[in-house]
T-cell receptor, first 110, second 114 residues
Framework: GEDVEQSLFLSVREGDSSVINCTYTDSSSTYLYWYKQEPGAGLQLLTY?????DMKQDQRLTVLLNKKDKHLSLRIADTQTGDSAIYFC??????????FGTGTKLQVIP | DGGITQSPKYLFRKEGQNVTLSCEQN?????MYWYRQDPGQGLRLIYY???????QKGDIAEGYSVSREKKESFPLTVTSAQKNPTAFYLC?????????????FGPGTRLTVL
């Protein structure tokens, strides 16, 4: 099947903004999610956006959704060293089926 | 506190052996999932169960087996038929509150074949 695609790696300096991009596959997906995985741990839900929204802001996180292009992005403002992790986007295709992206490893340089 | 536990955190297996990974949740979630994570490949779905005594194959079920005798428990057996079992295994369950399939993950088990 088609993959939910993300770039593998992103490096930013502490205090800068990070933008992590994702291209998903199913235009009928109801929700899109962003998860964070710290080293050696499970995934934690960071935020989500409903498919009829263009943007959602949650403190330092901004999610942008371009449904026409099936493109999702996560912007982290004022990136901190504690933000270093792998970030996964995921699409909710209903019937309890969620497909995850390949993950983007964010490295924050002090 | 509610959550998902996985044990053990690290597991070593000799070639030819079956091993079972434990996953327990006290969140009262109906659906549970097993994923395999390899570097650069994201999460791949092994098996999932939407209700007790029922489960379905995911994308990479070959060489794995599961059972779902209790709502709280969804153990995964990695059999000797799995040719490349060294990986990080993640268990998850779903909260379908408000129509979203929000997944809760356990801390993972790292399996190494010696």
């Amino acid at each position: 099947g088609e993959d939910v695609e993300q770039s593998l790696f992103l490096s930013v300096r502490e205090g800068d903004s990070s933008v992590i991009n994702c291209t998903y596959t199913d235009s009928s997906s109801t929700y899109l999610y962003w998860y964070k995985q710290e080293p050696g741990a499970g995934l934690q839900l960071l935020t989500y956006i409903f498919s009829n929204m263009d943007m959602k802001q949650d403190q330092r996180l901004t999610v942008l959704l371009n449904k026409k292009d099936k493109h999702l992005s996560l912007r982290i403002a004022d990136t901190q060293t504690g933000d270093s992790a792998i970030y996964f986007c995921a699409e909710d295709q209903g019937y309890q089926k969620v497909t995850f992206g390949t993950g983007t490893k964010l490295q924050v340089i002090p | 506190d509610g959550g998902i536990t996985q044990s053990p955190k690290y597991l070593f297996r000799k070639e030819g052996q079956n091993v079972t990974l434990s996953c327990e949740q006290n969140l009262n979630h109906d659906a549970m999932y097993w994923y395999r994570q390899d570097p650069g490949q994201g999460l791949r779905l092994i098996y999932y169960s939407q209700i007790v005594n029922d489960f379905q194959k995911g994308d990479i079920a070959e060489g794995y087996s599961v059972s779902r005798e209790k709502k709280e428990s969804f153990p995964l057996t990695v059999t000797s038929a799995q040719k490349n079992p060294t990986a990080f295994y993640l268990c998850a369950s779903i909260n379908r509150g408000q129509g979203r399939n929000e997944q809760f993950f356990g801390p993972g088990t790292r399996l190494t074949v010696l």
